[in-house]
Nanobody, 121 residues
Framework: QVQLVESGGGLVQPGGSLRLSCTVA????????LGWYRQAPGKVREMVAH???????NYAASVKGRFTISSNSAKTNVDLQMNSLKPEDTAVYYC???????????????WGKGTPVTVSS
């Protein structure tokens, strides 16, 4: 019932920019964190950026200063502005949401299906 749908991926040249968007819909409440993760070919999934309900953000060291995460107040959308893209940014990018309303103390997380980003000349 909960769906996270990404859009905006594609092919871009090194040094270029892309803006990824994620729409959050369904029976999800009290979202405390939204984020973006990515998985490059042959590598494990890694955190790219988080944004929390108080507006604080954090970023992976590899993207800090180049990427910016943002969301609306209703937590129904989360965007990732990616500038100065590098070939090593090539990956499938996944939207993420977390709510404390889940089983046990760990809450519940939700994932999108991913959108591919390829940075190549």
């Amino acid at each position: 019932q909960v769906q996270l749908v990404e859009s905006g991926g594609g092919l871009v040249q090194p040094g270029g920019s892309l803006r990824l968007s994620c729409t959050v819909a369904g029976n999800i409440f009290d979202i405390d964190a939204l984020g973006w993760y990515r998985q490059a070919p042959g590598k494990v999934r890694e955190m790219v950026a988080h944004i929390f309900s108080d507006g604080n953000t954090n970023y992976a060291a590899s993207v800090k200063g180049r990427f910016t995460i943002s969301s609306n107040s209703a937590k129904t959308n989360v965007d990732l502005q990616m500038n100065s893209l590098k070939p090593e940014d090539t990956a499938v990018y996944y939207c993420y949401a977390w709510t404390p309303r889940g089983p046990g103390d760990d809450g519940q997380d939700y994932w999108g299906k991913g959108t591919p980003v390829t940075v190549s000349s």
